[in-house]
């Protein structure tokens, strides 16, 4: 006889839709969360919170519990660095302007890349790459595919090879915040702040460590310890770290379009034992 199990919650706090760099719009992404068995999903635009009006609807019909959240971007030292923020009041009024003031860095950065590379000569690049992120502000994928729309290039890997790609002239750096600020932009909207996968900085451990002691001395309160596509040796570095420094653990997939196995809605590896989950912490707790 088997023992019917109780239904554990799945928890995933780390996401994007069509308000980003991600292919589903709100709707579409918490249809595909419920399918996939999320419970509790935070929406984590970069530096946007603009899709989560449209997310907090489908939650409702779909059952599923959203939880306010958002990447920024941020330096520190010379490293660009994300800050996850979770069950932040979205009304706050300083929070809102600060979110403002990035995406206007972000614009920046659009210009300056379609104005770079002006020399290949494409109509109305920004617009063409505006247009391919559906009115948001276009990243370096979405100038890519204009360069293959207007046949610059045959494919999105060779725009990168050739004109956006690391030291290349679309290769433009965003100006972006001091890390200590937009911990305290989280903070100040009663938000936890969390450090977003900590293996994909490419720093060496000590590095990291210091990363992580400037990260809570600014008030930062959480680490992503469990995501997707993580080795099992950096699951258990940065768990041992979480413990070590007295960090939250938090978790989430990183999803950003369907048809990547390694990286699917609420496939998010067991957290190991001994840490202190950041749900548990949130202005409605979350157990499980
Ligand atoms: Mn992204
Ligand atoms: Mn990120
Ligand atoms: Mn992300």
Not at 21 to 39: C, F, M, N, T, W
Request: glycine share 10%; charged share 25%.
């Amino acid at each position: 006889m088997t023992i019917p199990q109780e239904q554990k919650s799945c928890i995933d706090l780390h996401c994007h839709s069509t308000a980003s760099d991600g292919a589903l719009a709100p709707a579409e992404l918490i249809a595909r969360a419920a399918e996939k068995g999320v419970s509790h999903l935070a929406l984590t635009d970069h530096d946007t919170i603009a899709g989560l009006p449209e997310a907090r609807e489908a939650a409702l019909g779909a059952g599923l519990t959203l939880i306010p959240g958002v990447e920024l971007s941020c330096v520190w030292r010379s490293y660009t660095i994300h800050v996850v923020g979770l069950d932040f009041d979205e009304t706050s009024p300083p929070f809102l302007a600060a979110l403002s003031c990035q995406n206007e860095n972000r614009w920046q950065r659009a210009r300056m890349i379609a104005d770079k590379l002006s020399r290949l000569k494409v109509d109305a690049l920004l617009d063409k790459a505006t247009a391919l992120a559906g009115g948001e502000v276009p990243g370096r994928p979405h100038f890519a595919q204009a360069l293959v729309d207007a046949g610059v290039v045959p494919k999105v890997a060779h725009a990168f090879k050739r004109h956006l790609g690391a030291g290349k002239p679309g290769d433009v750096k965003a100006c972006w915040p001091e890390l200590n600020e937009v911990v305290q932009w989280i903070q100040d909207a009663d938000g936890v702040a969390v450090l977003a996968h900590p293996r994909k900085y490419r720093l060496s451990a000590t590095r990291l460590r210091e990363l992580v002691g400037d990260f809570r001395k600014a008030g930062g309160r959480a680490i992503e310890v469990s995501i997707s596509g993580q080795s099992s040796g950096d699951l258990g570095f940065v768990a041992e770290l979480a413990r070590r420094e007295n960090l939250l653990a938090s978790q989430g997939s990183d999803f950003h379009f369907p048809g990547a196995a390694w990286c699917e809605l609420g496939r998010i590896t067991k957290m190991p034992e001994g840490l202190e989950p950041v749900w548990h912490y949130f202005r409605e707790p979350v157990r499980g």
